[in-house]
Every structure is written in C-alpha cells, then in structure tokens.
C-alpha cells in the first residue's frame, strides 16, 4: 500500500509517499481502507521530529497521523462492534503511533465510532482529534453546564470552532477570540460575544468566565486568569498551566490544568450523535489530494487556517 513515511523529520517535502507493508489487524482491531485523513498542528510538530516523534521512531517506519475515516474492510479476533463495510471515524492511537497517512489503518475498535450517513467522508475525518479535544475539555474535564460563560480562545480554528459548536450545545454563554473577518464565521458557529484580540486585551473585556479553554499556551494563559470568576476553570491544551501559573491560579480559587487529548471511540460516538442530528458540524477550509500532503502540511504550519484541513486519500 501506499503511505507518507518520515524517513528524517524536517520540513514538509520530507514525507515521501512509499510502499508498505499493509497492516493486518491485531485482536481487537479493525482495518480501515481510509477514505480521508485530517491535518494538525500536532502532525506538522511530529514531521519537525518534536513531540511525540521520539516516542515513534522507535517503531519505523514513522507515519504520522491519527484521524482517518474509512470503510473497515477486516476486524481482528475479538471484535464486537464493527463489520466488514461499516463506515467509521476515529483519532486512533493517540498519543502514540497511529500511522494514519496511509491507504490502510489498523486500529483498535474501541478508538473508532460508526460514521453518521449524512457526513462526508472529508467532514468525519476533520471531527476527530480537533473535535475530541474540545469535548473532552468542556465535558469531561470542565464539566459545563447550562448558563455558564465560556471563553474560547483561537475560536475560529480547527479545536476552537468545534468548541465553541459543544459549548452552545450545553446552552453556555460563549465567548470567542479572533480576527474581526473571523467574527461573522464565529456567530454563525453559535457564538455569542466575540472578541477582537488584535485591537483589545481580553482581560479587559472579558470578566466573570466559568470556564476558558486556551490554546495558545503560557503567557496567554496567565492572562486569562483575570478573565475567570471565584472558582473557575481554566484548561490548556497547549502546556500553558504551568506550576507558576497554578500557583498564581490557585490564590485566586481558580482552577487551572493542562490536558492532552486520547482516543476515545466513547467520545467519539458522542460526538457521531450531534454530527448526525446537526447540532455538530465541520467547517473544512481546504481539501488536499494524497499526493499533495506536503502541501496540506505547508497550510496547517500558516497558522490561519479557520476550521480544519483535510487530505482525501481514497474515493472509489
């Protein structure tokens, strides 16, 4: 089969499509003939050989990426929820090695959900890493709940977007950062404040938060400290609690943590569940062919792509 192997990490024109050995499925696993991958900013940090990368070049050959939908064409012994010709989607392996830009996936059942019939191959694939990260910091981490006011950082990206999508869905009061020519996309998300953060500092504008999921990391972080009320939450997806933060945070009886997204074919049904009743949908900016995957790396590192980019890799 044909995959995008990391034979050295550096720039983009570094993953060459090679063949290898397709994958067989494992107990427990299915194997996916992937229709569509979706491209993080996590992927492009892998392919500079940082992050996660340590960890999987210890398992050659390195082949980067975790979301995937696709049609399973085999299951492993053991499996229970999934057939030959179900189509399903999923962020499989993370974080470890899921060897997604590939024209076949192995992967554990228990990282997939069925694919809803009314979503496209290319929307299910951006649903994944992007969307699980934004449920499972508002839901399982914040524990949001009705009325509550909720503050999104980078609101119009690949997390932010879908965050703000599952924040409205609990009935919160949301708030979003972004570009002023990213405001009327944000209100059509469901946002109700936005907040231009090229002209104002959002601490000055954004007072008595329940909860504030920021993506930008540390400076950011201790500066959304003001944003939160007594008691509040503030989770970073990007390492920005650090220990001085927290300290900082806890004076004020705030809470504040970091959080690193995990498959979650639990999650990831839920999330199914909203695309398929259209409470939950992907705003993909920019679809790539297989071959171009250096290309949809190159948008992913501009760092203003609104919503997700995705590369299709099978569509017979």
Same mark, same amino acid.
């Given at each position: 089969?044909?995959?995008?192997?990391? *034979?050295?990490?550096? &720039?983009?024109?570094?993953?060459?499509?090679?063949?290898?050995?397709?994958?067989?499925?494992?107990?427990?696993?299915? @194997?996916?003939?992937?229709?569509?991958?979706? #491209?993080? &900013?996590?992927?492009?940090?892998?392919?500079?050989?940082?992050?996660?990368?340590?960890?999987m070049k210890d398992t050659p050959p390195v082949i980067v !990426?975790?979301?995937? +939908?696709?049609?399973?064409?085999? =299951?492993?012994?053991?499996?229970?929820? /999934?057939?030959?010709?179900?189509?399903?989607? !999923?962020?499989?392996?993370?974080?470890?090695?899921?060897?997604?830009?590939?024209?076949?996936?192995?992967?554990?059942?228990?990282?997939?959900?069925?694919?809803?019939?009314?979503?496209?191959?290319?929307?299910?694939?951006?649903?994944?890493?992007?969307? @699980?990260?934004?449920?499972?910091?508002?839901?399982?981490?914040? $524990?949001?709940?009705?009325?509550?006011?909720? %503050?999104?950082?980078?609101?119009?990206?690949?997390?932010?977007?879908?965050?703000?999508? #599952?924040?409205?869905?609990?009935?919160?009061?949301? #708030?979003?950062?972004? +570009?002023?020519?990213?405001?009327? /996309?944000?209100?059509?998300?469901?946002?109700?404040?936005? =907040?231009?953060?090229?002209?104002?500092?959002?601490?000055?504008?954004?007072?008595?938060?329940?909860?504030?999921?920021? +993506? %930008?990391?540390?400076? *950011?972080?201790?500066?959304? %400290?003001?944003? @939160?009320?007594?008691?509040?939450?503030?989770? +970073?997806?990007?390492?920005?609690?650090?220990?001085?933060?927290?300290?900082?945070?806890?004076?004020?009886?705030?809470?504040?943590?970091?959080? %690193?997204?995990?498959?979650?074919?639990?999650?990831?049904?839920?999330?199914?569940?909203?695309?398929?009743?259209?409470?939950?949908?992907?705003?993909?900016?920019?679809?790539? *062919? /297989?071959?171009?995957?250096?290309?949809?790396?190159?948008?992913?590192?501009?760092?203003?792509?609104?919503?997700?980019?995705?590369?299709?890799?099978?569509? $017979?």
């Amino acid at each position: 089969m044909k995959a995008f192997v990391l *034979n050295e990490p550096g &720039p983009a024109d570094n993953l060459k499509m090679q063949d290898v050995d397709k994958p067989s499925p494992k107990r427990g696993e299915v @194997l996916v003939k992937v229709r569509a991958v979706s #491209i993080n &900013p996590v992927d492009t940090k892998v392919r500079e050989g940082k992050g996660l990368y340590e960890k999987m070049k210890d398992t050659p050959p390195v082949i980067v !990426g975790w979301d995937i +939908s696709g049609e399973v064409v085999a =299951v492993g012994e053991g499996v229970e929820y /999934f057939k030959e010709g179900d189509e399903v989607f !999923g962020m499989v392996n993370f974080p470890g090695h899921g060897k997604a830009y590939a024209e076949y996936v192995a992967g554990p059942e228990k990282h997939l959900a069925h694919k809803p019939a009314n979503i496209p191959h290319h929307e299910a694939a951006a649903a994944t890493l992007a969307a @699980l990260t934004a449920w499972q910091v508002l839901v399982n981490e914040a $524990d949001i709940q009705p009325g509550q006011r909720v %503050l999104i950082h980078a609101a119009a990206g690949g997390v932010g977007h879908y965050a703000v999508q #599952i924040a409205k869905y609990f009935n919160a009061n949301v #708030i979003g950062t972004a +570009s002023p020519e990213n405001h009327e /996309f944000l209100r059509t998300m469901g946002a109700n404040e936005e =907040v231009d953060y090229h002209k104002y500092d959002v601490a000055d504008v954004v007072m008595n938060a329940d909860i504030v999921l920021d +993506s %930008l990391g540390e400076e *950011n972080t201790r500066k959304s %400290l003001a944003c @939160l009320k007594d008691g509040g939450k503030i989770i +970073s997806i990007l390492g920005g609690a650090t220990e001085a933060v927290q300290a900082e945070a806890k004076k004020r009886n705030i809470e504040a943590k970091n959080y %690193l997204v995990h498959s979650s074919g639990e999650d990831q049904a839920k999330l199914a569940d909203m695309m398929r009743d259209e409470r939950l949908r992907s705003h993909v900016s920019h679809v790539f *062919n /297989f071959e171009d995957m250096a290309k949809a790396h190159k948008q992913v590192e501009t760092r203003k792509t609104n919503g997700k980019v995705v590369v299709t890799v099978a569509t $017979d």
